[in-house]
């Protein structure tokens, strides 16, 4: 974000109010990834402040390209992707788009009357889109330690942390197989509580406990 600021002060001052869209129709996530096109980048920032449409080629997680019309609401950034929080016309609902996956610089199109936002919290929302809703398995934990640390830990991309008390924190993650959930939970290192779990996650936690504690006798 340090570099917009950088890119505004030499930027002619005709372009200096696309660099103050982008700053202003931005939210930043903590936690580097695919570079975009800055053009791409500035032309969403102004359809977002200044509610008009975009229509562009986009390609999904398996390469199918597909064209969206979409009403843009907010560009997030974090700290590895940018990704656009859009009303997908076609499609009926709000989507998550990743901006590297955007083929072209949108065109842009007549204005429209913004909508209800998907979250009042739109970095939370989606931190939650990119870190859950992606998995088959999803479950929710209480870890005992605070927010704060276990967000050092833990990427937006990864899962979403919220507090609970100044000693506790909830987490909600996911994951492609239960077999990588007793490994991946070790490694933070803090005990915790299952809140919600997908079937059999108890159970695989049970057998890898058993396994290590067999194993040292």
């Known amino acids: 974000m340090r570099a917009l600021a950088k890119l505004e002060q ?12 982008l700053h202003a129709a931005t939210l930043s996530l903590p936690g580097a990834g695919p570079t975009v096109d800055a ?3 500035t032309t969403i920032a102004a359809a977002c402040r200044d509610h008009e449409r975009l229509r562009f080629g986009y ?8 064209q969206r019309s979409v009403e843009p609401l907010r560009l997030v950034h974090t700290g590895r992707r940018w990704y656009l929080v859009a009303f997908d016309l076609d499609r009926a ?11 072209e ?12 936002p998907p979250a009042e919290d739109l970095a939370a929302y ?3 889109q990119i870190s859950t809703a992606p998995y088959p398995h999803q479950f929710v934990l209480r870890v005992a330690a605070p927010a704060e640390v276990l967000a050092r830990r833990i990427p937006p991309t990864s899962g979403v942390v919220e507090a609970v008390d100044e000693h506790s924190c909830r987490v909600r993650t996911g994951a492609n197989t239960l077999d990588t959930v007793p490994y991946y939970l070790a490694q933070w290192g803090f005990d915790f509580v299952i ?13 890898v406990a ?8």
């Open 126 to 128: 989606v931190s939650r």
């Open 210 to 217: 058993d396994r290590f504690a067999r194993a040292v006798g």
């Open 39 to 41: 053009e791409v980048l």
């Open 10 to 21: 030499v930027l002619p001052a005709r372009l200096r109010p696309r660099v103050g869209a």
């Open 59 to 66: 390609g999904d997680r398996d390469g199918t390209r597909t």
């Open 195 to 207: 809140e919600e779990a997908p079937p059999g996650l108890v159970e695989r936690l049970r057998e």
């Open 93 to 103: 609902g709000w989507r998550t788009f990743r901006v590297d996956r955007i083929a």
């Open 105 to 116: 610089v949108p065109v842009t199109s007549f204005r429209f009357t913004p909508r209800e």
